[in-house]
């Protein structure tokens, strides 16, 4: 996929999901948000962390300004309102960036050093900012699951009823 306007979009639905998600976790108390619930990051507060933690490695790599954070699986701020105000500051940093996209430049090659397989790889640009978003809505996926298990309800998460997406809406 090097079609810019499909990243751009994926850019809007990830800053609509993050933002009744986070909308959502504001509700619960920072005990319950930073509990182990058996999740991948263990609890809500550690898998939005890591979802932020990989957007922003991502980011770093496309921007070629490397992301120097805690090891994968820390978390980077313990404190909820922070890390929800640098949710919304990446989040918009992904849009604005996502308008800035060219085919020519999803078409090259990347090449980037894995932190999670300690190897260097070279793949299709398209193919790893597409992975940012893939990434992105897994994780949200097992925090809807989380959410869900402690009765709050995410809402509509379909793409096609993205706000502005439809003109019936």
């Not at 990243?7 to 990830?14: K, S």
């Not at 182990?36 to 990989?54: E, P, R, V």
């Not at 921007?63 to 090891?71: D, F, G, I, V």
């Amino acid at each position: 996929m090097n079609h810019p306007n499909y990243y751009t979009t994926m850019a809007q639905y990830n800053q609509w999901m993050n933002q009744k998600l986070y909308a959502i976790c504001a509700e619960i108390s920072d005990e319950k948000r930073k509990e182990d619930l058996g999740a991948f990051f263990n609890s809500i507060h550690g898998t939005l962390n890591h979802i932020l933690y990989g957007d922003r490695a991502w980011m770093g790599r496309f921007r070629s300004k490397p992301y120097t954070a805690p090891n994968l699986g820390q978390n980077m701020y313990a404190d909820f309102n922070e890390l929800s105000q640098e949710r919304e500051k990446t989040d918009r940093e992904i849009i604005d960036w996502s308008k800035t996209l060219s085919s020519q430049w999803l078409e090259k090659p990347f090449t980037y050093t894995s932190t999670v397989y300690q190897k260097t790889l070279v793949l299709p640009t398209w193919m790893l900012v597409t992975h940012m978003f893939n990434h992105q809505t897994h994780h949200r996926g097992q925090l809807t699951t989380l959410l869900s298990q402690l009765g709050y309800d995410p809402g509509i998460t379909d793409l096609p009823l993205l706000p502005d997406m439809n003109a019936d809406s």
